[in-house]
Each structure stands twice: as structure tokens, then as C-alpha cells.
């Protein structure tokens, strides 16, 4: 079982950056999938979900109209487009299976001027 994300780095306040999970070893397209983050010196939190078809999601407060939560069940992959990023959105983001609870290993995301 393997959960890769990618696409982090550092970008500027109001920039963008879109994650994604590759996912495989496991059914994808039979679970549901979430991204959570983790900032220096706070607990993990929940910033998205998504069905196993894709058909419905669900955001934090913090992240909502800039955040968006996708899947490709045919690419195995779930992404996280990330707009307007603030510096509070700082962290290490990992994504998540429901059902089984198989974790990434995480990528970081950097807001600063």
C-alpha cells in the first residue's frame, strides 16, 4: 500500500498550489479520501473529504471557497486544489483513506513573502 503526495513547496500569500495523493495496493475508488494537516507545535486537522465517487465533499471553515477537493478513481489519485493561500495555511498536508486509515507520508506547504 502506497499514498504519495506531491506537490507542495513554498508559494507567496495569495498564491496557488494544487496537491495530489497518488494512491495504490488498495481498492481506491471503494473509499472515501481526506486531506489533513498538521502545523509546528498543533494537532492534526481536517481540511477536506471526499466520497469514494466524488459526488460529495466537505471542508473546514478556514479553507471553504478557497480550497477544492477532487478524485480521478481511474488515476488512483486525490487532489487538493489550493487557492488565496494565507500563511496560517502553513503545514505539512497528508492525505488519508477512510475505511482501512492508510496515511501518506505527507508534503509540505510553505505561505511567506
Not at 475508488?29 to 498543533?42: D, L
Not at 481511474?74 to 475505511?99: F, H, I, R, V, W
Amino acid at each position: 500500500v502506497q499514498l504519495v503526495e506531491s506537490g507542495g513547496g513554498l508559494v507567496q500569500p495569495g498564491g496557488s498550489l494544487r496537491l495530489s495523493c497518488v494512491c495504490s495496493g488498495f481498492n481506491f475508488r471503494g473509499y472515501g479520501m481526506r486531506w489533513y494537516r498538521q502545523a509546528p507545535g498543533k494537532e492534526r486537522e481536517l481540511v477536506a473529504i471526499i466520497n469514494s465517487a466524488g459526488s460529495s465533499t466537505n471542508y473546514e471553515d478556514s479553507v471553504k471557497g478557497r480550497f477544492t477537493i477532487s478524485r480521478d478513481n481511474a488515476k488512483n489519485t486525490m487532489y487538493l486544489q489550493m487557492n488565496s493561500l494565507k500563511p496560517e495555511d502553513t503545514a505539512m498536508y497528508y492525505c488519508y483513506t477512510d475505511g482501512p486509515g492508510y496515511w501518506g507520508q505527507g508534503t509540505q506547504v510553505t505561505v511567506s513573502s
